[in-house]
C-alpha cells in the first residue's frame, strides 16, 4: 500500500511506520490522519507483525498538528478534527501487538499524544517533547489530557498541559513519559534490539498484557484483578503457554505462534 505521508516498511516481525513530512516537521494534517488509519487498519490484523515501531523523517518525529490547516477550520470541522485523530490513535493503542513510539526530535501536542497511544516512549536525549496548545489558544485534541495523566498523574499532566512547555527528553524521562532515552546515532538501534527482544517472545502473552493494562488501570484494583485472573486463564490454555513451559523445562528457546 503506497502512501504519501507515511511509509511502512517491514524488517522480518518488526515493522516500522515513518511519519514522513519532513519539510513540515512531520506535522498532523487531515492526509496523514487518514493515512495513518488505512495503515493501521490494514497491519492490526497481521500476524506476522510482532512488534510496530513509530518514528519521523528529519529532525522531527511529530512537531504537532499542521497550523495552517487548523486555522482554516470552524468549531465544527475543528471537533471532527479532534474526533478523527482520537478515532486513529486509539487504532494505535488497541493494536494486538507493541507499538513502540521512536522519538527522533520535536514531539509536541499532537506528536507527544501520538507517543502516548504507543505502548512506551524512547527518545533521543535531544528530543522535545511537550503540549504547547494552551499558547495557541487551544487545548490537546487527540488524547493528551486523558492519556497524560493516566501516565504520570493528575497534577504532574496539569502542569505540562497548563504551562504548554517544551521539556528535555531526559526530564521527561524523569518524570516517567519517557521510558529511556539513548544517544541519538544510536537510538533507532536500541529500539530495534528492544523490539527484537519483544518479537521473542508469545504474541498471545502480548495481547493479554496489553489488554489487562488498558482495561484493568480503568477499573477499580479488585475489578482489575479480576481481570487479570480471567486473561491469565485465556493464557493458561494458549499453546503458547504450553510451548514457553515446555521450552523451559527442556531448556530450549521458545518457538510462539501466538496461538
Known amino acids: 500500500m503506497a ?4 511509509e511502512l516498511a517491514r524488517d522480518g516481525a518488526i515493522a516500522t511506520l515513518t ?5 513540515a516537521l512531520n506535522s498532523l494534517n487531515a492526509r496523514m490522519i487518514q493515512e495513518l488509519g488505512e495503515c493501521l487498519g490494514g497491519i492490526r490484523e497481521d500476524s506476522s507483525i510482532r512488534c510496530l515501531l ?3 523523517a528529519g529532525k522531527a518525529f511529530v512537531a504537532g498538528a499542521d497550523i495552517k490547516e ?3 477550520r470552524d468549531p465544527a470541522t475543528g471537533k471532527q478534527m479532534s474526533e478523527d485523530g482520537q478515532r486513529v490513535f486509539q487504532m494505535l493503542q488497541e493494536l494486538p501487538f507493541p507499538a513502540i513510539a521512536v522519538v527522533n526530535g520535536f514531539a509536541l501536542g499532537g506528536g507527544l499524544e501520538l507517543a502516548l497511544a504507543c505502548d512506551f516512549i524512547l527518545a533521543a536525549k535531544t528530543a522535545k517533547l511537550g503540549t504547547p496548545e494552551v ?3 487551544l487545548i490537546c485534541g487527540y488524547g493528551g489530557t486523558q492519556r497524560l495523566p493516566r501516565s504520570v498523574g493528575k497534577s504532574l ?3 505540562i498541559t497548563l504551562t504548554g512547555d517544551v521539556y528535555s527528553a531526559e526530564q521527561m524521562e524523569k518524570w516517567g513519559v519517557v521510558a529511556m532515552t539513548f544517544d541519538s546515532a544510536t537510538l533507532m538501534d536500541e529500539a530495534k534490539k528492544i523490539a527484537q527482544k519483544i518479537c521473542a517472545r508469545s504474541p498471545r502473552a502480548m495481547k493479554l498484557t496489553k489488554q489487562a493494562i488498558a482495561r484493568g488501570t480503568d477499573q477499580t484494583l479488585a475489578e482489575g484483578l479480576k481481570l487479570e485472573a480471567e486473561l491469565f486463564r485465556q493464557a493458561f490454555v494458549s499453546e503458547d503457554k504450553r510451548e514457553g513451559i515446555r521450552a523451559f523445562i527442556e531448556k530450549r528457546a521458545p518457538q510462539f505462534t501466538g496461538r
Open 3 to 6: 502512501f504519501e505521508t507515511i
Open 19 to 23: 511519519l514522513k513530512r519532513p519539510e
Open 54 to 56: 513509530v518514528t519521523g
Open 70 to 72: 487548523m486555522d482554516e
Open 135 to 137: 499558547t495557541l489558544g
Open 157 to 159: 499532566a496539569r502542569m
